[in-house]
């Protein structure tokens, strides 16, 4: 047994445990004097009336039922016992399209009811997104419909600094006076070093460091394959034949007489 001193009555009593009040005052209310359990200062009157409630209190809309409920405009207004909770997820889906005027600060459940109609930035196709996934904005520019596309768009956003061989092929290019533009993307699927409007002709220059291993191959030959299935044809030169001679690797593309002098006149495109 323990000597202790009551921080309300000042009086010494002994106890076994850690405890700050005499058995006189623990199971009194400070202020009315009233009974309280679990060691409280004070009863439920009292800390309703030191702390009043914030929020709006309503009687429940039953005949038969007098318990007062905390106001809240997503139920019907009854209490725990007479809410019909059958239709309460349709009923809060249904108030939260209604009611609420900014949706993409509803609860995460609530947000995957809605779907946004939005078109990718990078392919262009239109497709549906659900508010609670989606990534951006409603009201922005900027939707992708696809992880890659995401990868796309940060690609063109990002600067970049054009490769030795890259540099190599845009002198022959503009030596020749054709009209190009620079990194372009195609069907969300890729992004070409080059590319010539006028005969929709696709160049790329691949390193041998990120175009050298089965992968990479594998994935360049699906491109050309999808390209050319577009109608686009497609040039693939390596470093080493772009080192030897980028003159030579242009040769190879064939290039009808009539466009070529039609094109003359246009200016030289850089994207």
Request: glycine share 4%; proline share 5%; net charge positive.
């Amino acid at each position: 047994m323990s000597t202790h001193i009551c921080t309300r009555c000042n009086k010494a009593f002994e106890h076994n445990g850690n405890v700050n009040r005499c058995p006189d005052c623990r199971f009194i209310c400070e202020r009315c004097g009233g009974p309280v359990t679990n060691y409280t200062n004070f009863c439920d009157k009292c800390r309703q009336a030191t702390n009043p409630r914030k929020y709006k209190m309503i009687k429940c809309k039953h005949p038969d039922c007098n318990n007062m409920i905390r106001y809240n405009p997503k139920r019907t207004g009854y209490c725990h016992i007479h809410t019909d909770w059958s239709n309460h997820s349709k009923r809060l889906t249904q108030y939260n399209r209604t009611v609420k005027q900014k949706p993409k600060h509803l609860h995460r459940r609530a947000q995957n009811e809605y779907t946004v109609d939005c078109i990718c930035k990078v392919c262009g196709k239109p497709f549906k997104a659900r508010l609670g996934t989606v990534k951006y904005r409603p009201n922005q520019d900027g939707f992708c419909c696809s992880s890659y596309c995401v990868g796309v768009n940060a690609a063109q956003q990002t600067p970049k600094k054009d490769t030795s061989i890259e540099r190599a092929i845009e002198q022959a290019l503009v030596e020749r006076k054709w009209h190009y533009q620079k990194q372009v993307p195609f069907c969300g699927l890729t992004i070409a070093d080059f590319y010539l409007p006028t005969y929709n002709v696709v160049i790329y220059c691949d390193g041998e460091y990120w175009h050298g291993d089965s992968k990479s191959i594998e994935r360049d030959a699906k491109q050309n394959t999808t390209l050319r299935a577009k109608g686009y044809k497609v040039y693939r030169f390596s470093e080493s034949s772009i080192i030897h001679s980028p003159h030579h690797c242009l040769d190879q593309i064939n290039l009808s007489q009539e466009p070529l002098f039609r094109q003359l006149s246009l200016p030289i495109c850089e994207m």
